[in-house]
């Protein structure tokens, strides 16, 4: 999916069920590691995490979307729209989006090769290589 057809859904989704138009912009935002979505109050954009598509569904994306569509519509009302508020749990609701976007966890697999016996250690976070050996040969590990 394109910027442009982000883009187009986006304000489909609003006149579908806020019945209002979406005026600014939206786009993918590769920069994003957790979040799945953002509205930006400044710009009035909405920034959609690419990874949503390529870790979930679409169904999840349209939930993403009336979220921060959410956001948008109560703030350009003059609300505060934030999570908390009965505004926007109700308005949620109603267009039924998704209460929490769903958390995106960088899942790199990190390799780690012990300097003295080459034996191989996949992590999935970074770890502290001066704090941990090699548990056969205790030899220095480092990330490769
Ligand atoms: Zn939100
Ligand atoms: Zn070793």
């Not at 934030?82 to 308005?91: E, Y």
Request: aromatic share 12%.
């Amino acid at each position: 999916m394109t910027d442009e057809q982000l883009n187009e859904l986006v304000k489909k989704i609003s006149i579908k069920y806020f019945d209002r138009k979406f005026l600014h912009k939206a786009f993918f935002n590769y920069r994003l590691k957790t979040t799945g979505g953002r509205y930006n109050l400044k710009s009035h954009c909405i920034d959609i995490n690419p990874k949503i598509l390529e870790k979930y569904s679409y169904d999840i994306l349209l939930g993403v979307i009336k979220h921060e569509l959410c956001h948008y519509h109560l703030h350009l009302l003059g609300y505060s729209g934030r999570h908390n508020t009965k505004k926007f749990i109700d308005l949620l609701n109603q267009v039924e989006g998704s209460r929490y976007v769903p958390i995106l966890e960088r899942q790199k697999n990190l390799k780690y090769v012990c300097q003295k016996c080459g034996c191989v250690y996949i992590r999935h976070r970074k770890i502290n290589s001066l704090k941990y050996v090699c548990s056969k040969c205790h030899g220095n590990i480092k990330l490769s």
